[in-house]
């Protein structure tokens, strides 16, 4: 087997590291998100047509009669549509809204319902949100802290953290709507990239305990070109559905695709390169790893 030399371009994935982070959280700190109704309050409106809604005619009857910011979409059928309104709007209001749909469309408009979001709700959504994420990133440390290592645990997050980070930046610098798809999204990347991160750990771990003559760095390598067929496999197949479900699944659901095709990809290069950077920089030794003794037990006892 061809042992790829990974770690030999560490410095080099650290820069772009470090780069895509610091453009990420300056985005962040500047333009911020775009926040969804889910999380800045607003107004709901679903109605019904008596024939094929047309999205972009919408839009602009919306816009012409002031009613500024609206997101439209397809629900369900093609005659059925979500208008979302970034204000909060009575049902006489959302009546009105009605009429001049109907009235530009020259067919039927029927409302199915009008559902107003307050930002006190929104406030709380968001609060929730973080406090889930950074409750996720902590059981994760735990876990690996005690399934493999601490220093594994501080890889391990080191990258998760970084894979967020970098899919909220996209999020900020693209100015798509953050809602809470996208978030359950965030949650979803989360596991992906850890249990990603999980396979490279314990081949790294296993190969520490076995190549006794090998440093850090040529193990790491053997053990990320071990797990790299695997790995390629598993998120090539899984972004081919997300693509598809990202081009042909509807706005509905095109951030949460496109928040989990950004994750995908970060996290696949996180794995590799952030987790087993971490674990170098950590100064990863075969003692770290080194079977408990026994009484009794001799030491070449344990190793395989």
Not at 13 to 22: E, G, H, P, R, V
């Amino acid at each position: 087997m061809k042992v790829i030399n990974f770690m030999g371009q560490r410095k080099l994935a650290l820069a772009l590291s470090a780069l895509l982070i610091i453009a990420s959280l300056a985005s962040l700190a500047v333009k911020q998100l775009n926040w969804g109704l889910d999380f800045t309050g607003g107004t709901l409106v679903e109605v019904h047509y008596g024939d094929t809604a047309n999205l972009s005619a919408i839009r602009g009857t919306l816009d012409a009669g002031g009613y500024t910011g609206a997101v439209v979409v397809s629900f369900g059928t093609d005659r059925d549509v979500l208008i979302r309104l970034p204000a909060g709007y009575s049902d006489e209001q959302g009546n009105a809204i009605v009429t001049a749909l109907q009235e530009a469309a020259g067919t039927s408009v029927e409302l199915r319902r009008i559902e107003f979001v307050g930002p006190q709700v929104g406030d709380e959504l968001r609060e929730q949100g973080g406090l889930a994420m950074l409750l996720a990133l902590g059981l994760v440390m735990l876990y690996v802290g005690f399934r493999f290592q601490f220093k594994f645990a501080v890889g391990a997050v080191s990258a998760l953290a970084h894979d967020v980070v970098i899919t909220l930046g996209f999020f900020s610098i693209t100015n798509m709507e953050f809602d809470l798809t996208v978030l359950a999204a965030l949650l979803a990347v989360i596991g992906y990239s850890l249990n990603d991160t999980i396979v490279v750990s314990d081949r790294i771990r296993e190969n520490f305990r076995k190549l006794r003559k090998s440093d850090s760095v040529e193990i790491i390598n053997i053990s990320l070109t071990e797990t790299l067929g695997r790995t390629l496999v598993t998120s090539l197949t899984t972004l081919l559905v997300l693509a598809a479900l990202a081009l042909f699944g509807g706005e509905m659901i095109k951030g949460f695709a496109v928040a989990l095709i950004v994750g995908v990809m970060i996290g696949t290069y996180s794995s590799i390169y952030v987790a087993a950077n971490t674990l170098l920089m950590l100064n990863v030794s075969k003692e770290d790893l080194m079977i408990p003794v026994k009484e009794g037990v001799e030491q070449d006892d344990l190793m395989p």
